[in-house]
């Protein structure tokens, strides 16, 4: 999963977590208002109540005290605006029949859903009842006394939540969308960064990147900058070490085809001329077609076999032409020798570009892996037709492409995989020179490529 998608998926968590605590919140303060709307009406109506039994005291001084309160006229327009809705405050000592008075509580909210008006009860309880004197100093003026319907509690709360939800909604939605975008935005380099590692892996190691702000992804990226380099140094070196090499290789080529020539090449002479003269004697002292003399003819046949075999991995061992002869000539007797040795199968060849300025490590290296492909595909395979093409790119690639390919079948990773000495080598000199090496499946059989920069 992104690393985007999965801040965005946490920071979605932690905004419905926090809108389910503001909304416990709101459930818990709407219920709690109620019962300070209760201690407030309660407060309110004994101080007007206060203020009423002291008027009529005055005023009607001829009376007992016991029969000032209650009075019809407290259960007015204006107390009843004292009383906040779903309050019910009622006067005691009660008189007969006299009912509670409620402020307004219809239309304050929805309904509330059963398990709602439920769970508010089964958690936060029941609302206290709030009891006030009319008058400190008056004791048999009486008291007020303040309840909450229970319903209308519930619904206000209800309501509350209603009424903060769709703001919390509202805010917690655009938090997710800002902070999605601040992650992307801050997360953004990350993509440069893995587009880097990717060029790196296939072998673009020294990859600018743009300038970072973030300090961690900064750091991050100096140290892909910093391996990139390392593994460009590295690679230089590999390079320097394997042409090297391969001079070393080169020149215990060039020895070892002194030695061969010197010693075996001098040696099977001698044996092919012993050969020869005991064929000759045998034959002169004996009657033709005798032991001897069918014997030395066998060995003069398996000599001339072996200095056949000699002279072919001579001419492999030395330089190739490519360096004394040019890139396009020693190609065309490359392919004149094994057309001259073989009918089948047939060979083209076909040259595209000015390969006449080629020469040196490049035109070695191209001589190489064309004939060790045009070898294994004539030794390991049935094909009837090979084309070898060599191609001179221009322009930015300045490359040379040599391609074999052949119509014999074949599986190409299995050839891949299973690459012998001769590719390996071949793939070696070739990377040396800064190329790459590449077997895939052609039409009908396979097609190994090989891609040297000419300013390697």
């Given at each position: 999963?992104?690393?985007?998608?999965?801040?965005?998926?946490?920071?979605?968590?932690?905004v419905?977590?926090?809108?389910?605590?503001?909304?416990?919140?709101?459930?818990?303060?709407?219920?709690?208002?109620?019962?300070?709307?209760?201690?407030?009406?309660?407060?309110?109506?004994?101080?007007?109540?206060?203020?009423?039994?002291?008027?009529?005291?005055?005023?009607?001084?001829?009376?007992?005290?016991?029969?000032?309160?209650?009075?019809?006229?407290?259960?007015?327009?204006?107390?009843?605006?004292?009383?906040?809705?779903?309050?019910?405050v009622?006067?005691?000592?009660?008189?007969?029949?006299?009912?509670?008075?409620?402020?307004?509580?219809?239309?304050?909210?929805?309904?509330?859903?059963?398990?709602?008006a439920?769970?508010v009860?089964?958690?936060?309880?029941?609302?206290?009842?709030?009891?006030?004197?009319?008058?400190?100093?008056?004791?048999?003026?009486?008291?007020?006394?303040?309840?909450?319907?229970?319903?209308?509690?519930?619904?206000?709360?209800?309501?509350h939540?209603?009424?903060?939800?769709?703001?919390?909604?509202?805010?917690?939605?655009?938090?997710?969308?800002?902070?999605?975008?601040?992650?992307?935005?801050?997360?953004?380099?990350?993509?440069?960064i893995?587009?880097?590692?990717?060029?790196?892996?296939?072998?673009?190691?020294?990859?600018?990147l743009?300038?970072?702000?973030?300090?961690?992804?900064?750091?991050?990226?100096?140290?892909?900058?910093?391996?990139?380099?390392?593994?460009?140094?590295?690679?230089?070196?590999?390079?320097?070490?394997?042409?090297?090499?391969?001079?070393?290789?080169?020149?215990?080529?060039?020895?070892?085809?002194?030695?061969?020539?010197?010693?075996?090449?001098?040696?099977?002479?001698?044996?092919?001329?012993?050969?020869?003269?005991i064929?000759?004697s045998?034959?002169?002292?004996?009657?033709?077609?005798?032991?001897?003399?069918?014997?030395?003819?066998?060995?003069?046949?398996?000599?001339?076999?072996?200095?056949?075999?000699?002279?072919?991995?001579?001419?492999?061992?030395?330089?190739?032409?490519?360096?004394?002869?040019?890139?396009?000539?020693?190609?065309?007797?490359?392919?004149?020798?094994?057309?001259?040795?073989?009918?089948?199968?047939?060979?083209?060849?076909?040259l595209?570009?000015?390969?006449?300025?080629i020469?040196?490590?490049?035109?070695?290296?191209?001589?190489?892996?064309?004939?060790?492909?045009?070898?294994?595909?004539?030794r390991?395979?049935?094909?009837?037709?090979i084309?070898l093409?060599?191609?001179?790119?221009?322009g930015?690639e300045?490359?040379?492409?040599?391609?074999?390919?052949?119509?014999?079948?074949?599986?190409?990773?299995?050839?891949?995989?299973?690459?012998?000495?001769?590719?390996?080598?071949?793939?070696?000199?070739?990377?040396?020179?800064?190329?790459?090496?590449?077997?895939?499946?052609?039409?009908?059989?396979?097609?190994?490529?090989?891609?040297?920069?000419?300013?390697?």
């Amino acid at each position: 999963m992104r690393l985007v998608l999965q801040l965005v998926a946490r920071l979605l968590v932690i905004v419905a977590l926090c809108l389910g605590a503001a909304t416990v919140w709101a459930t818990i303060d709407a219920y709690r208002s109620v019962d300070r709307a209760t201690e407030a009406s309660a407060a309110r109506v004994s101080q007007s109540l206060e203020a009423l039994y002291w008027r009529e005291l005055l005023l009607r001084s001829n009376r007992m005290r016991e029969q000032l309160l209650p009075a019809p006229d407290w259960r007015t327009i204006e107390t009843m605006g004292l009383i906040a809705p779903g309050i019910c405050v009622q006067f005691e000592p009660a008189g007969a029949f006299e009912k509670p008075l409620c402020g307004q509580s219809k239309g304050i909210g929805q309904a509330p859903p059963r398990w709602f008006a439920a769970a508010v009860q089964m958690v936060l309880g029941e609302h206290a009842t709030v009891e006030r004197p009319i008058s400190a100093r008056a004791a048999t003026a009486g008291t007020v006394r303040a309840t909450a319907d229970p319903a209308a509690a519930i619904a206000l709360a209800w309501q509350h939540i209603l009424d903060n939800i769709h703001v919390a909604l509202l805010m917690a939605l655009a938090i997710a969308l800002l902070a999605s975008l601040a992650i992307a935005h801050t997360l953004a380099p990350a993509h440069s960064i893995v587009s880097a590692l990717r060029r790196m892996a296939d072998g673009e190691y020294r990859t600018p990147l743009p300038r970072i702000r973030s300090m961690e992804l900064a750091m991050i990226g100096r140290a892909v900058g910093d391996l990139g380099d390392r593994l460009a140094l590295a690679e230089e070196e590999r390079t320097v070490l394997t042409r090297r090499l391969l001079e070393i290789r080169s020149d215990e080529r060039r020895t070892l085809a002194r030695e061969l020539h010197d010693e075996f090449g001098q040696n099977l002479t001698a044996i092919l001329a012993f050969a020869n003269t005991i064929e000759a004697s045998a034959g002169d002292k004996y009657a033709a077609g005798t032991e001897i003399a069918q014997d030395a003819r066998m060995i003069s046949q398996a000599t001339r076999r072996i200095m056949a075999c000699l002279r072919d991995t001579l001419n492999r061992l030395r330089h190739p032409p490519a360096e004394e002869l040019g890139l396009e000539a020693s190609l065309v007797d490359l392919v004149d020798s094994w057309r001259s040795r073989t009918a089948q199968p047939m060979i083209q060849l076909d040259l595209q570009g000015d390969l006449a300025d080629i020469s040196g490590t490049v035109a070695a290296a191209a001589y190489r892996v064309a004939q060790e492909c045009l070898t294994n595909a004539l030794r390991h395979s049935d094909a009837r037709e090979i084309v070898l093409r060599i191609e001179r790119r221009t322009g930015a690639e300045n490359a040379l492409l040599v391609r074999v390919e052949d119509d014999g079948g074949g599986d190409a990773a299995k050839v891949a995989q299973s690459a012998g000495f001769g590719l390996t080598g071949v793939s070696e000199r070739v990377t040396a020179l800064g190329g790459s090496l590449s077997i895939a499946r052609a039409s009908r059989g396979l097609s190994v490529a090989a891609t040297i920069p000419l300013a390697a």
